[in-house]
């Protein structure tokens, strides 16, 4: 038996995370927190009440702090001695015996939690790649210096990329057992019907969703559809700082008749399922959300070969060569280097001229999307936690 688990009643497991917002790593937690309530008495820890996601009523859910996330650097680093002395107190009290935790912050405190408590074990997830993933020199000197110490105080890390295991290992020293889980995700009810992409039109509509910021790079589709002289419906889903900005580009090249903002939206899979491609630009991911879920409603992708997720989803992980100003072919859908706006725009061009390939590559969105069902992924994560 393993030597966590209690012989006569369900473990009692924490999840630990910032908060329940609007993020990738967030939604991933409200999707296996779904599953975990069956096997595990689960409570969700969060640092910060700011919840988006639903969180089923059998989840215990504690919070540590009744001030908000917005707050000077100076009174976060009092939150931080504050987060690990009532955690720890919480691990204690409630015989938790598996203490799960996301992102960078959260991993630190569950790898000081490690070393005060060698009853709990402690399992960390890395969200994002992380040599791409700091905003500063400083956060850089901080996450080399930290993660060694107290990423490998825990027992093992999953991640959702092969990538950021590699870069984790290669660049930050961690030794500690790591596995690969892929993001799961729930198939939506409505899918598109992919025999209705296999028609000629003027107008191919596109879309792309994520927060208007440099790191997903929206500047570069803008600059691939007025690049093409073919006509184009493009709507951008997301709000975020560099919103004006796009705005001022879309009107200084006068593609304000193919190109509109719609900023954050609620039912993103209307929008999704009333579109013929998808589009993901960023420079870099952890593993894209946005491009797996917009697979799993049937729309043939195109994506920058950044790291880490596309090559994978898009793939299988199989290396390949882009010549700038071109675009791949893959098994799933097309890719382009980072912010190559002429290889995207001719992988645009390839499919608004192909209505075929795209009835094609919305099948084999379909198929693909199925490898990463909530049903199958919790399956592969629950053995991790447990072996």
Do not use: W
């Not at 990423?151 to 590699?166: A, G, K, P, Q, T």
């Not at 057992?177 to 993001?183: A, D, G, L, Q």
């Not at 199958?376 to 072996?387: A, D, M, P």
């Amino acid at each position: 038996m393993n030597k966590f688990m209690s012989p006569n009643s369900k473990q009692n497991i924490s999840i630990l995370c910032i908060s329940l917002g609007s993020g990738g790593a967030e939604k991933v937690i409200s999707l296996l927190l779904k599953k975990l309530k069956h096997d595990y008495n689960v409570t969700l820890v969060m640092f910060y009440d700011v919840v988006h996601f639903t969180i089923p009523e059998e989840i215990n859910v504690v919070v540590l702090s009744d001030k908000g996330p917005d707050r000077p650097f100076h009174l976060k680093i009092l939150d931080a001695y504050k987060f690990i002395i009532k955690y720890y107190r919480f691990i204690k009290s409630t015989n938790t015996t598996i203490s799960i935790s996301f992102l960078a912050f959260p991993n630190l405190i569950n790898g000081i939690i490690s070393t005060f408590s060698k009853k709990v074990k402690t399992i960390i997830s890395e969200r994002g790649f992380p040599s791409d993933n700091v905003s500063s020199k400083l956060s850089l000197y901080i996450s080399k210096l930290f993660y060694p110490i107290f990423y490998n105080r825990c027992d093992e890390l999953f991640s959702n990329s092969v990538h950021i295991n590699r870069d984790l290992k290669d660049n930050f020293s961690v030794k500690i057992p790591m596995e690969v889980i892929y993001n799961p995700i729930e198939i939506p009810k409505k899918t598109i019907d992919s025999s209705t992409l296999n028609a000629t039109n003027n107008t191919l509509k596109v879309i792309t969703a994520g927060t208007l910021n440099k790191r997903k790079n929206q500047i570069m589709v803008i600059r691939a559809i007025k690049e093409s002289a073919l006509k184009y419906d493009f709507s951008i889903l997301g709000g975020g700082d560099l919103h004006d900005y796009l705005q001022s580009e879309i009107n200084k090249l006068q593609l304000e008749d193919s190109i509109v903002l719609k900023g954050k939206v609620k039912n993103v899979n209307d929008y999704l399922l009333d579109s013929e491609c998808f589009v993901l630009s960023s420079f870099t991911e952890g593993f894209p959300n946005a491009l797996i879920e917009a697979m799993a409603i049937g729309l043939p992708s195109i994506s920058s070969n950044c790291l880490s997720g596309p090559l994978e989803l898009l793939n299988e992980n199989e290396e390949v060569i882009i010549k700038e100003g071109d675009f791949f072919i893959g098994k799933y859908g097309l890719l382009v280097n980072n912010d190559d706006y002429i290889g995207l725009s001719k992988a645009l061009d390839y499919f608004h001229k192909n209505p075929d390939e795209r009835e094609k590559f919305s099948m084999l969105s379909l198929q693909r999307s199925k490898d990463y069902q909530l049903e199958s992924i919790y399956k592969k994560f629950n053995h991790f936690i447990q072996n």
